[in-house]
């Protein structure tokens, strides 16, 4: 595995860089890359942007917006916040599992005596609060992890960005936050490393999670160029926001494996338009069983066979396909 050092602050040159390492870039080698990015929100794949944020205080705080290639929920992140990501090359890419991705991360916090564990899903908590999201896609033989690291981000804006601005509801929203995340900075006061800023932070880190690659990578000038015309397609309004249309119907569900949020038109019993959102994970474009319910009778045992056509019954990690059914009819 290769170290790719970016320094780069913009959210939308280090997802293309993660996008054209998995598309473009012919090699078998794999991949790691330790970031960090100006205050922005980073959107799941398959969620709705405009139901997830507080476009008023991010466009005010000119907080970054950008949807990721991965699934699972919202993130809020700042210079005080890390991301890490891994490419794979060679990797199972209908399988999605997060153990084997976070455990260098685990063991390089516990070194530096961080009681770091991970749950059953995708976070990493630390005494029972989260401080690390973790996602997973995959093309073809190629696999991304990437995950967040909360090291002194500022809680307030994480919630003032993310809800209406209500000056009780974000005192109230502060304080469930806190009782649920965690900056990994709170639990190092009692170690040596205890003033540690963002960057040092980041030098420990990479001390100790370099040992076991194989060196560092530069990115060519030709390379760079690339990417930073993918990050375009990243900053556009059209990948972050789309056009999202009115729908008839919404239902919801929150299983083992995440939000299902289906929004339907249903026209004469027939589904005419169907759009997925959620923090769900998938194996695949969720695109594939939208379209595949449009024209499908409003019906339990149409929509579920419409569903089974497609591997609906594996597309979702711990979701299962009567689940689906139950957000559609």
């Known amino acids: 595995m290769l170290y790719i050092e970016n ?5 939308y040159f280090n997802f293309a860089t993660e996008y054209y390492i998995m598309h473009e870039k012919d090699t078998t080698d794999d991949f790691f ?9 980073m959107i799941g794949r398959n969620q709705n942007t405009s139901a997830e944020i507080n476009e008023e205080h991010v466009k005010e705080k000119n907080i970054n917006v950008v949807r990721r290639i991965s699934g699972g929920g919202t993130i809020y992140t700042d210079l005080n ?3 890490f990501s891994f490419i794979t090359k060679g990797a199972d890419s209908k399988k999605i599992e997060f153990e084997t991705f976070t455990k260098p991360i685990l063991n390089a916090l516990n070194d530096l005596g961080v009681p770091a564990e991970f749950n059953n899903r995708n976070d990493l908590l630390i005494r029972g609060k989260k401080f690390s999201g973790n996602a997973q896609c995959s093309i073809e033989t190629c696999k991304l992890h990437h995950g967040s690291l909360l090291f002194d981000t500022d809680i307030s804006e994480l919630v003032r960005s993310l809800t209406v601005a209500d000056d009780k509801l974000i005192a109230k929203g502060i304080k469930s ?7 990994i900075k709170e639990h190092m006061q009692d170690s040596p490393n205890k003033d540690l800023d963002s960057l040092g932070f980041r030098d420990l880190m990479l001390e100790y999670l370099q040992k076991d690659m194989d060196g560092k990578y530069d990115l060519t000038d030709d390379e760079l160029k690339r990417i930073n015309e993918i990050a375009d397609d990243f900053r556009s309004w059209e990948w972050n926001y789309g056009n999202s249309p009115e729908f008839e119907r919404v239902k919801s569900n929150r299983f083992a494996g995440g939000k299902l949020e289906v929004h339907l038109n249903v026209d004469k019993g027939r589904i005419k338009n169907c759009k997925m959102y959620g923090d769900f994970f998938t194996t695949g474009d969720v695109s594939v069983l939208e379209s595949a319910l449009v024209g499908c009778m409003h019906k339990e045992d149409e929509v579920r066979k419409a569903l089974s056509t497609v591997g609906g019954e594996n597309f979702f990690y711990m979701i299962t396909l009567d689940e689906i059914v139950s957000c559609v009819i």
């Open 33 to 41: 890359m330790f970031w960090r990015t100006t205050p922005t929100l």
């Open 7 to 11: 320094n780069s602050c913009d959210p």
């Open 177 to 183: 936050v806190r009782q649920r995340v965690t900056n």
């Open 81 to 83: 916040g890390w991301q």
